[in-house]
Nanobody, 121 residues
Framework: QVQLVESGGGLVQAGGSLRLSCAAS????????MGWYRQAPGKQRELVAV???????NYADSVKGRFTISRDNAKHTVYLQMNSLKPEDTAVYYC???????????????WGQGTQVTVSS
């Protein structure tokens, strides 16, 4: 069973920084795409940033220039460095892993439990 465990959320003042981590486990051989999504109260879950195994990245326009996604393929871990945080970044942040090769075969679309990020003004 593939599991994603996020850490690093918390409360920060506007203009501050946080770093999220997400470690995947469960017989993993490789992961094609890892990413971060967020969901604010009353809103739909939205893409924040994704990165593939080759290091290609894609960001939501709202976070470009402020957030940086990176990954350690050997550790099956993805990171999100968030700088210049704004109150509108407040949300539950979810880690996602897609096209995951495990010792049991290929799996798709795994999610972490979410970590709360709150930015105060």
């Amino acid at each position: 069973q593939v599991q994603l465990v996020e850490s690093g959320g918390g409360l920060v003042q506007a203009g501050g920084s946080l770093r999220l981590s997400c470690a995947a486990s469960g017989g993993i051989v490789s992961i094609n795409t890892m990413g971060w999504y967020r969901q604010a109260p009353g809103k739909q879950r939205e893409l924040v940033a994704v990165i593939n195994s080759g290091g290609n990245t894609n960001y939501a326009d709202s976070v470009k220039g402020r957030f940086t996604i990176s990954r350690d393929n050997a550790k099956h871990t993805v990171y999100l460095q968030m700088n210049s945080l704004k109150p509108e970044d407040t949300a539950v942040y979810y880690c996602n892993a897609d096209f995951v090769v495990t010792t049991r075969g290929l799996g798709y679309d795994y999610w972490g439990q979410g970590t709360q990020v709150t930015v105060s003004s």
